[in-house]
């Protein structure tokens, strides 16, 4: 097969505002021996990808291509003799010309080469547009729901954005737990569609209490956990609504980080607090194959569905445009980049 020597990419050569999002011309990413080579169809568009942009999360060099997900079709593999006998490596079973998703920053490209650990070849029943839609999202409500706080039948769970592309997840993995959700969102529109993805309670953040709410809908005692990914702007209500030795996820930064607070906090309800990322659960080869497995599945099974909000284009302006409306909460569901024809 032959490749070019130069592949269009996008992305920033400083942080900033979101006028210094622009089209790059990279060097073709020339296989490493560890790599799998991916040719991309689509990549996903995350939060993440706005908390790089504005430097808020450190980026090494510059130029740098933004985006962190992407999925297409596999077109090199390792070399590496060492990888090629590994037991997990095996188990992936890659193969030229089949369909991968990836993770990894500078998923905003032609091209990506990749860590074979971090590509996880699809099913049939599952298409490139869907597995860069769900691999981010997906492995991190997949993961939190079972390693940040293990959600079990009966709890009454607070999700935060329920709206968003993880809140639909959080909301349809929770529910098929057989616990109660209780979501937040800006608008009556946002609400439907998150009861249509297994919200049972849905609160309008801009109209009601979330507080005094939350506390009616359980009896005063307070929820068993809250996955939150506002951040700034929700962390002290969070204390009110959870339960006594309950756990609070901070899961993310859509209002800005969380300033610095004493452990002392936690004492009043004898609170867990975590801030996991996903990468640091699906880490090893075996946890990558394990939860990319499961995602593929409850996505071939019809268990977990992916709302597409909108397929922006492969351009500065595409993402540029997909970067002001996640940001200004104007998106429901998954944000996704078409870079080529499947
Ligand atoms: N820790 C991890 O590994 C990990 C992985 C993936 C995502 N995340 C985090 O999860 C959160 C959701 O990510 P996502 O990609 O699925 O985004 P998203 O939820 O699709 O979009 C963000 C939503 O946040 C809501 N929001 C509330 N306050 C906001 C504010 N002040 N500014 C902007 N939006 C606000 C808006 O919904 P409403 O209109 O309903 O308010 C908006 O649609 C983010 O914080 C992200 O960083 C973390």
Redesign the pocket.
Known sequence: MSFPTKIQAIGINKTGDFDVIEKLELPFPQPAPGNVLVKVHYAG????DT?FRKGLYPINSFPSALGSEAAGEIVALPTDEKVLNDEEFKLRKFAVGGKAAVYGQGAFAEYVSVPWAKVFPLPDGVSTKTAAAAL??GA?ALTFITEAYNVQKGDIILV????????LLFAQLIKARGATVIG????PE?AEIAKAHGADHVIL?KQEDTVQRVLELTNGEGVHAIFD???K?TFEADFKMIRRKGTIVS??????AVPPFPPLKLVEKNVRLLR????NYVYTPEEGRTYSTELWRLIADGTLKIRIHAEYPFTAEGVQQAQKD??????V??LVHKVAEP
Do not use: C, E, R, W
């Open positions: 568009v995350n939060f993440i908390y981010t999202q991190t935060h954005t329920v709206a968003g592309g993880l809140g937040t969102t800006s608008t946002k953040y990914g506002v951040g702007d899961v993310g930064n859509a209002s800005g996991p990322t996903m990468g996640l940001v200004g909460g104007k998106t569901g998954k």
